[in-house]
């Protein structure tokens, strides 16, 4: 069979620039492939998205691929979308309706379900035994819509306290320490009674009438308390002298009772803070527990310390010695120095609101930091708000 030759005068039709021969397989390929991806992007990714328009307040398009266009919730304001990790959606003012029944610092907070309760605290009078009560409200569908309802007496301590540190285990709070009406500090802790969701009532855990032993081995004020699933770890804090303590005391569960009873007080020995705190923010993320910033001994500090624990015992290392506590590096520690802040942990980020700078004056500041629950570092250095 012999080969046809193009008719006299004709020529070759070319493509792409004079790249391809339009009658060759390269140039069908393409083409083939062209028309793939604009039956799926028109018969599925289009649906898709209009879907999500539908029922999504955030929709992001072209994110199995490259983000080219995000429509986000007003309510994110200036922040990016979608928001990075432990990133905080801006402050709003609450109603004048919502305000405290009259200023009051050193309070400590506990929630139970939809309930929550102010606990203590300083007013123009000194130490009050006062807990304050109020309700997280919901919409008509059921769902809580962020607001409260009006303050209300709860109740009260069996005495005075403020600068307490309050820790919740299954569901009940206990108050440790803090200052009595003349400022002196204790070493009491009041165990609270809840019912049906509700805080009824407390009581002493000091052994009598059956109650828990608990007293806490020195009096304390401005300690900080970590709660873990085998109890708490008391952190710090103040001694009568006023001086901030290096200590680090633990009250673990009783493994032998199925009570959920804590044990006496017990130091976790040689392993004392590498430097007395006070008013500082503790947290426990895994097996970690970070103490960030406080007072020390020259005031005011950005110190991170951390300490990794192997269920109730200190983690060791390749020679079975303790590890000990990890002092975070300049980079790694807080921006500003904090003391007195408001801190928690939620959603594996470490927040610290607000407290006083290295000249004793109250900020308005907002740093997160998400540390790595495997290695307990913080790779990505402490952000603010």
Known sequence: MTQQALPRGALRRRVAFGLLDADGWTWAGLKAAFWFAFIVFMLGYIPNLAYYFTVSNTVQVGYNFASIVNWCPAVN???????????????????PGLALPEARSGASVFQSGSHLYVIGG?????????????????DQEGELNGNLSGWTQGPALPEPRSGAAVGVYLGVPYVMGGTDASGAPTDSVFTGIVEDGQLVGWERADGSSGTEELTLPQP?????????????????GRDVKGEPTDGVHVAWVDEVSSSGRLLGWQPLEGLA?????????????GDFIYVVGGEGPEGAT????????????PATNEVGEPRGWAVAPAELALPEARSDAVGF?????????????????????VFWAVPDTTSGDIPAGWQRL
């Open 345 to 365: 942990l939620a959603g594996g980020a470490i927040y610290v609101i607000g407290g006083l700078d290295a000249q004793g004056v109250p900020q308005q500041s």
């Open 122 to 138: 300083t007013t123009a009078a000194g130490a009050t035994d006062e807990v304050l009560k109020t309700q997280a409200t919901s």
């Open 220 to 236: 304390l004020s401005g300690a900080a308390v970590v709660t873990g699933t085998s109890g708490f770890v008391v952190i710090g």
């Open 302 to 313: 950005d110190t991170v310390f951390r300490l990794e624990l192997d269920d109730r015992e």
């Open 273 to 285: 803070l590498p430097e007395a705190r006070a008013d500082s923010v503790a947290a426990g993320d």
């Open 77 to 95: 304001e200036d922040l990016p979308c979608p928001v990075p990790a432990g990133a905080m959606l801006p402050w709003q003012a609450s109603p």
